[in-house]
């Protein structure tokens, strides 16, 4: 069936590196994706989307990256900071499911300092 | 402030006990939805609305009713809640006009069933 997935659930990264967030969605059909960031006791909070005509969107430290022929969608954060530390969920939206929205598992970013 | 309100923010309850948890948001979205988030499952859709009287099933709709009487509000209602109920659960809305989906999620509501 459809599903949004994640290949690492934890990533810990030092204060100041780059951290990649990656994301495999099986839904061919799917036209617009997004990554939100949830930090302890909150709701998801937007972080950036992609269009499915786009392969890459760039917002303030963060860069998303789509791959269609793997179905693989990645968020890249730059100089990562200690605000960072979240839980990151990618979802999808089909535009054959109506407005359904899936979202995958999530990753929690660890950032040590 | 644009926001989206949840209420209560924190329930225990009984098994069969009706409940409904009151979800609105001031930014005149056409856009409501439900999820429910659970440990290691992300969030999964319960039940969505595109417009006024407009409702439809998410992925996990069984044992939840919703309704659309009001463009600002989407109440949650479970009928007779069970254990498995047990969940955090998050209200969001967005417009559907733009270029954007972006949702915007309100603080959750932490139900526990016993």
């Known amino acids: 069936g459809e599903s949004v997935g994640l290949h690492l659930p934890t990533l810990s990264v030092q204060e100041g590196d780059n951290s990649i967030i990656n994301c495999a969605y099986s839904n061919s059909a799917s036209d617009y994706f997004i990554w939100y960031k949830q930090e302890s006791g909150k709701g998801p909070q937007f972080i950036i989307d992609?269009?499915?005509?786009?392969d890459k969107r760039q917002g303030q430290r963060v860069t998303v990256l789509l791959n269609k022929t793997v179905k693989h969608l990645s968020l890249q954060i730059a100089a990562t900071q200690p605000g960072d530390s979240a839980v990151y969920f990618c979802?999808?939206?089909?535009?054959?499911?109506?407005?359904?929205?899936?979202f995958g598992a999530g990753t929690r970013l660890f950032v040590k300092a | 402030e644009a926001q989206v309100t949840q209420n209560p923010r924190y329930l225990i309850t009984v098994t069969g006990k009706k409940l409904t948890v009151t979800c609105s948001q001031n930014m005149n979205h056409e856009y409501m939805s439900w999820y429910r988030q659970d440990p290691g499952l992300g969030l999964r859709q319960i039940y969505y609305?595109?417009?006024?009287?407009?409702?439809d099933k998410g992925d996990v709709p069984e044992g939840y009713k919703v309704s659309r009487k009001e463009k600002r509000n989407f109440p949650l209602i479970l009928e007779s809640p069970s254990p498995n109920q047990t969940s955090l659960y998050f209200c969001a809305s967005s417009s559907t006009g733009g270029l954007s989906y972006e949702q915007y999620f309100g603080p959750g509501t932490r139900l526990t069933v016993t």
């Open positions: 609305s595109m417009n006024v009287e407009v409702t």
């Open positions: 979802a999808e939206k089909s535009n054959t499911g109506g407005f359904k929205t899936i």
């Open positions: 992609i269009r499915s005509n786009m």
